[in-house]
């Protein structure tokens, strides 16, 4: 019977046939063990030379590594290998004999790694990070769903930027300008007035001229968008969001966290309600760390952050930055108008900011003299303008990124190892 090897606990004692490919191998005079992948799984096979005769264990001492093939074979238990199982070979058939395959069990550089990146991604660890992000998306799409959110799709063409227009990349629109979006928030805000509670899913693009092992030029972004709701219900719903994910990868990617030695005991703590400092906050912390060069009215960067996270267990909300360096759509805090109502969350152990959130502006005059500070103007400004004129309500909303929050989750110290493709500073292929 044909079957993948996610599915041969359903065929213990029973004879199955796999596609497979060889990932590796180790032999002796009467007994060689290859271990195989067929993109579901890893699974041991084990071949005895007076079980299958001398020709075919001599065929198979000398397979070698990503040689596709069908085997054959009894599935039986195997309390010692991380699956559970192990493959007792009777026999199989080569598809494709491959030779020289560039990733050898070796250690290689991480240039070379890149450059092989269309073959890298079937290393066992590569595999793993590609499951925990997947479960991450699954697990999304489950909170958003259960919360009662519909999911909106914003255009990736866009006649203007949310957030300023450094790091936008310019493109033709026929004869007009576009950019690719680096978020899809302005138009989520016009869908949380016509559905209530949105989220979105998509690409977007930031032109980074920083090399850092945080930034990608092209990463995923998770944002929902709330109508009729305060910043501090959002931050509940980004909580207990992240904590979702946490719990759902903790149970479901549970054999993926081992091939990636990831410490699991960080992950069970991550418990909902997390932590909240204000920015004024952080910044006396860091000048008692010893960081001298940060001031009131300074963004942070990645030490900044490190330092913050490791003074906690648990995801950290940085609260109350100054409005001036945070983006024009942010609500002031009434009670003081130098700080928006907004927050970032940073991951543990230096993982960086996961989340930036905000309540957005709603009363159309205030709205009206940001839009006169910044200079906005045109048709690509003017409809989000009009969407306070006609029944504004307050209203709050976040972005997550994906690959940070692979990278936390799955314990992988580059960002390049979390998206299938990775887009860097001089990066373009594979
Ligand atoms: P940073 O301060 O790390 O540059 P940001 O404040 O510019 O991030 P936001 O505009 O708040 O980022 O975007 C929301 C989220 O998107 C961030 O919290 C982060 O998780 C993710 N993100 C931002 N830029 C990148 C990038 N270049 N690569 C991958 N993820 C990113
Ligand atoms: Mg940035
Ligand atoms: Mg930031
Ligand atoms: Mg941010």
Not at 253 to 269: G, H, T
Request: hydrophobic share 35%; with cysteine.
């Amino acid at each position: 019977m044909k079957t993948t090897i996610a599915e041969v606990g359903k065929h213990v004692n029973e004879s199955v046939t796999i596609g497979v490919w060889l990932h590796n191998k180790r032999s002796s005079g009467k007994i060689a063990f290859l271990q195989l992948r067929d993109g579901t799984g890893f699974i041991q096979g084990v071949i005895v030379k007076s079980v299958v005769g001398e020709e075919l264990f001599e065929q198979a001492k000398h397979l070698n590594q990503e040689t596709s093939l069908y085997v054959t074979g009894e599935i039986v238990e195997d309390k010692r290998s991380p699956l559970g199982y192990e493959l007792q070979v009777t026999g199989f058939e080569i598809i494709q004999e491959a030779h020289d395959y560039p990733i050898t069990p070796k250690e290689h550089g991480p240039e070379f790694l890149m450059d092989h990146r269309h073959l890298w991604l079937r290393s066992k660890k590569q595999h793993a990070i590609m499951k925990v992000r997947n479960e991450i998306i699954r697990a999304t799409y489950e909170f958003f769903n259960d919360e009662g959110f519909v999911k909106i799709d914003p255009p990736i063409l866009t006649g203007a930027s949310a957030e300023g227009t450094t790091e936008l990349f310019h493109t033709k629109y026929f004869d007009e300008d576009a950019y690719l979006s680096q978020s899809g928030q302005l138009y989520l805000e016009a869908a949380a007035m016509a559905l209530g509670k949105v989220f979105s899913f998509g690409p977007t693009f930031r032109a980074e001229k920083s090399k850092t092992r945080r930034h990608l030029i092209e990463f995923w972004m998770i944002e929902p968008e709330m109508a009729f709701m305060d910043h501090d219900d959002s931050l509940v719903i980004q909580e207990n969001y992240v904590q979702h994910l946490v719990q759902s990868v903790l149970k479901n990617c549970d054999m993926e966290l081992d091939v990636l030695e990831r410490d699991k005991e960080q992950l069970e703590k991550i418990k909902a309600p997390f932590p909240r400092i204000t920015y004024d906050d952080a910044i006396e912390f860091l000048k008692k760390e010893g960081f001298e060069d940060i001031d009131w009215g300074d963004d942070f960067g990645a030490p900044h952050e490190t330092a913050i996270a490791k003074a906690h267990d648990q995801p950290v909300f940085i609260t109350h930055f100054p409005t001036e360096i945070k983006a024009f759509y942010m609500q002031p805090d009434p009670n003081n108008e130098k700080v928006a109502l907004c927050a970032d969350l940073i991951a543990p152990e230096g993982y960086g900011e996961i989340i930036g959130g905000s309540e957005r502006i709603y009363d159309y005059e205030l709205m009206k003299k940001r839009y006169e500070e910044h200079g906005l103007e045109g048709p690509a400004y003017e409809w989000y303008l009009q969407l306070r004129e006609y029944g504004s309500v307050p209203h709050s909303g976040f972005g997550l990124g994906l690959e940070r929050t692979v990278a936390w989750i799955s314990g992988t110290e580059h960002i390049r190892e979390t998206i299938p493709f990775p887009r860097l500073l001089n990066r373009l292929y594979p």
